[in-house]
């Protein structure tokens, strides 16, 4: 069978040609990657005036953890002191977690899309005084963030991923 093309044909192929052409351009136009803020610096270690007394006190309140690893323990740093298990250690868990622009406490920013995993019943409370500074933030271990942000803070936190 033989078909005969029309000038009303040609039209309606010509337009479809332009509009896959345009469509291309714009896709060769778009951002081949998504641009993220450059991190935050990590302050280097904390000295001098920065160091002195007050301003770094810690009270760890861990319920749930099992193996010994419940109870409240204080931590003081620069200079470490404290009943903590690990004084030294924990120091430098938020030491190495303290950035400019950054709280070391801080909670999972609202929106942030986490993994539905289960880390256990273990929750903290921290409170206290950091970098002059109070402090007052909950952990829990109830999904990939919030495991993430205990994490981070080990041997603040007892490592409970073993």
Same mark, same amino acid.
């Given at each position: ?51 002195? =007394? &007050?301003?770094?006190?810690?009270? @760890? *309140?861990?319920?749930? !953890? /099992?193996?010994?690893? +419940?109870?409240? %323990? ?44 289960? =880390? &256990?019943?273990?929750?903290?409370? @921290? *409170?206290?005084?950091? !970098? /002059?500074?109070?402090? +007052?933030?909950? %952990? ?23």
């Amino acid at each position: 069978m033989l078909q005969v093309i029309t000038p009303h044909t040609v039209r309606r192929l010509l337009v479809a040609a332009g509009a896959s052409l345009a469509a291309l351009g714009s896709l060769a136009a778009a951002p081949t990657a998504v641009a993220f803020p450059a991190p935050s610096p990590v302050l280097p270690p904390l000295q001098g005036v920065e160091r002195t =007394g &007050g301003d770094h006190h810690l009270t @760890v *309140t861990v319920r749930g !953890a /099992g193996g010994g690893a +419940d109870g409240a %323990f204080r931590v003081d740093c620069h200079p470490a002191g404290g009943d903590h298990p690990d004084v030294a250690g924990a120091c430098r868990a938020v030491d190495r977690n303290t950035r400019w622009g950054h709280e070391p406490f801080a909670p999972v920013p609202e929106g942030t899309v986490c993994t539905m995993q289960y =880390g &256990g019943s273990a929750t903290a409370r @921290v *409170t206290g005084t950091w !970098a /002059g500074r109070p402090v +007052d933030a909950t %952990f829990d271990r109830s999904n990939g963030c919030e495991i993430d942000r205990w994490d981070r803070l080990v041997p603040l936190l007892p490592d409970l991923s073993k």
